[in-house]
């Protein structure tokens, strides 16, 4: 329609110059022409896409991860294909798979540290850089983490500065990076300053809200009382939040509490809560650079590990432990329902 040859409307659309640009742009408008991304990406083998593979879409931490590897990869015009793997193993290993051929790069935070699903990848020759945790034996991929060791031992040391002894953990899986390292790190900070830790105060979760309701009510069902909580994610927190306003129990007036990562109402809340904060965009934006140069070929040969620090923000959820030693049972009724 335009007169010219294909090769010369190849040239304009990759933006070379030709004569008869007139003529090509004519056309292409009054055809509403638009070049096939699929087409292109099967003849070049660059999709203009990156995998992003996160164990839990409804946790606002990744949220603030996703929104970080977009302010990038907008910049790069990439298109970002977001998967949840609900912490499964196995459906990691199908969403992995299920990329290959269809993305230039992954960006991943494995469900298991122990648990290597990339192999496929890697002999497909596609660049993974991990974030947020690590993967056993793959310490030449890039990573960016943050202290998850150090923040714990902040959220410690602060209760015990207050005076708590009772503190009651809610852990993490102790399979992955942030689970096993704010565990290691909080058992610690109290072994350092000489609290003894009953095997009884330390309730394991699975990072979901859920879980930090059932660890809550179990905490107060014990018979010498809690005087303070540390909650190593912030779903498991708002399980904490709940059940704590179910049984009527009073923050910091009754028991103190700091979680891990901040939580956009943390201050709105009455009281506003103590939290140990992480830039968590900031972790998607370096993730997103890292592995834009490895599909370029430009980044270094050895693997770049980045680690960055948490802090404790102190609000208004943490105070002197209560009077009294006995437990929250002997005044509240405990239920093990869920307001779920």
């Known amino acids: 329609m335009a007169g010219v040859s294909t090769?010369?409307?190849?040239?304009?659309?990759?933006?070379?110059?030709?004569?008869e640009v007139a003529a090509v742009q004519a056309t292409i408008a009054a055809l509403d022409f638009r070049a096939s991304a699929v087409a292109r990406s099967l003849k070049s083998g660059v999709t203009r896409s990156i995998g992003l593979v996160v164990p839990d879409v409804s946790n606002p931490f990744f949220a603030a991860v996703t929104k970080g590897v977009e302010s990038i990869s907008r910049q790069l015009e990439l298109n970002v294909f977001l998967s949840n793997t609900d912490e499964s193993v196995e459906r990691e290993r199908s969403v992995l798979r299920g990329l290959i051929g269809r993305v230039d790069g992954v960006i991943l935070v494995p469900a298991r540290e122990s648990s290597d699903n990339t192999e496929e990848l890697r002999r497909a020759g596609v660049p993974i850089v991990l974030l947020d945790?690590?993967?056993?034996?793959?310490?030449?991929?890039?990573?960016?983490?943050?202290?998850?060791?150090?923040?714990?031992?902040?959220?410690a040391d602060h209760l015990v500065r207050l005076g708590h002894e009772r503190i009651g953990l809610i852990s993490g899986p102790l399979d992955t990076t942030?689970?096993?390292?704010?565990?290691?790190?909080?058992?610690?900070?109290?072994?350092?300053?000489?609290?003894?830790?009953?095997?009884?105060?330390?309730?394991m979760g699975d990072f979901k809200l859920e879980s930090g309701y059932q660890a809550t009510l179990r905490l107060l069902g014990l018979p010498l009382a809690v005087t303070a909580i540390f909650s190593a994610n912030n779903l498991?927190?708002?399980?904490?939040?709940?059940?704590?306003?179910?049984?009527?129990?009073?923050?910091?007036?009754?028991?103190?509490?700091?979680?891990?990562?901040?939580?956009?109402?943390?201050?709105?809340?009455?009281?506003?809560?103590?939290?140990?904060?992480?830039?968590?965009?900031?972790q998607g934006v370096l993730a997103m650079r890292l592995l834009r140069n490895r599909i370029e070929g430009k980044g270094p040969a050895k693997a770049q590990h980045i680690v960055l620090d948490a802090h404790l923000t102190v609000r208004d959820s943490c105070g002197p432990p209560r009077c009294g030693t006995h437990g929250f049972a002997s005044s509240t009724r405990v239920s093990t329902g869920s307001l779920l």
């Open 236 to 282: 498991m927190s708002m399980g904490v939040l709940r059940a704590l306003h179910h049984m009527g129990v009073r923050v910091p007036d009754e028991l103190s509490f700091v979680g891990f990562d901040d939580l956009e109402l943390a201050e709105l809340l009455s009281p506003p809560l103590s939290v140990i904060s992480r830039p968590a965009v900031e």
């Open 178 to 203: 942030p689970g096993r390292e704010r565990y290691e790190g909080f058992i610690a900070a109290l072994d350092s300053a000489g609290v003894e830790l009953d095997p009884a105060l330390i309730q």
């Open 7 to 19: 090769t010369t409307v190849s040239r304009h659309l990759a933006g070379q110059k030709i004569r």
């Open 133 to 155: 945790r690590r993967l056993s034996g793959c310490e030449d991929l890039d990573c960016v983490l943050v202290d998850s060791k150090d923040g714990a031992t902040q959220a």
